[in-house]
């Protein structure tokens, strides 16, 4: 079956690049996404990948995906104290509703 | 900018009893979906709901579960008889369908079962 797996913890310094990673086990994976859940707030999308591109870029978020390995990374650039939050990849396939997410990797930005 | 809300944001209730979750999907949006997410645990699919009907349920989603659209707003999950291990945060989320499948989500709702 398909699971999802990410490191639990990250702490950086403020202005520094944040790389937070994940893996996939399911090779019919079709989108991979990225989620922020602040403290008391639902999931907020921040960015998707297809599973055709090796690479995203939107503002300070740059999405590298390596589908032979099946590694997925978020690479947040200048991190600030405002990105401190839980942040969860999760995958979807075509033809299928559900995701399923891994268990999220707690970003602590320190000023 | 229009967005998932969820009622109560925490619910307590005993062991045994029926609970109702509910949740305002936005409102051009003709999926919705409910997940739950033990503490400590991942954010696990329940079921998503189309047209009136499920479309696709998980293991978990057993008969103790049930989901309703009861009017053109509200969309409902209810927990027949709640057990200890159904405490978790439920999210419930919407999208249009088409196209990839960004799921908008909402705020949750913290439901302990004691």
């Known amino acids: 079956g398909e699971d999802v797996e990410q490191s639990l913890f990250l702490s950086v310094r403020e202005g520094d690049s944040s790389v937070i990673n994940c893996t996939y086990t399911?090779?019919?994976?079709?989108?991979l996404y990225w989620y922020k859940q602040e403290p008391g707030a639902g999931l907020q999308l921040l960015t998707y990948i297809f599973s055709n591109m090796d690479m995203k870029q939107d503002q300070r978020l740059t999405v590298l995906l390596n589908k032979k390995d099946k590694h997925l990374s978020l690479r947040i650039a200048d991190t600030q104290t405002g990105d401190s939050a839980i942040y969860f990849c999760?995958?979807?396939?075509?033809?299928?509703?559900?995701?399923?997410f891994g268990s999220g990797t707690r970003l602590q930005v320190q000023p | 900018e229009p967005e998932v809300t969820q009622t109560p944001s925490h619910q307590v209730t005993q062991m045994g009893q029926e609970v109702i979750l509910r949740c305002v999907p936005i409102?051009?949006?003709?999926?919705f979906y409910w997940y739950r997410q033990i503490l400590g645990q991942k954010v696990e699919f329940l079921v998503s709901f189309y047209n009136n009907e499920i479309s696709e349920k998980s293991e978990i989603f057993d008969d103790q579960f049930s989901v309703e659209r009861p009017d053109g707003s509200n969309f409902t999950l209810k927990i027949r008889s709640t057990k200890l291990e159904d405490s978790a945060m439920y999210f419930c989320?919407?999208?249009w369908g088409e196209g990839h499948n960004e799921q908008f989500f909402g705020p949750g709702t913290r439901l302990t079962v004691l």
């Open positions: 409102s051009n949006h003709l999926y």
């Open positions: 399911d090779s019919s994976s079709t989108y």
């Open positions: 999760a995958e979807g396939r075509t033809g299928r509703r559900a995701l399923t």
């Open positions: 989320a919407s999208n």
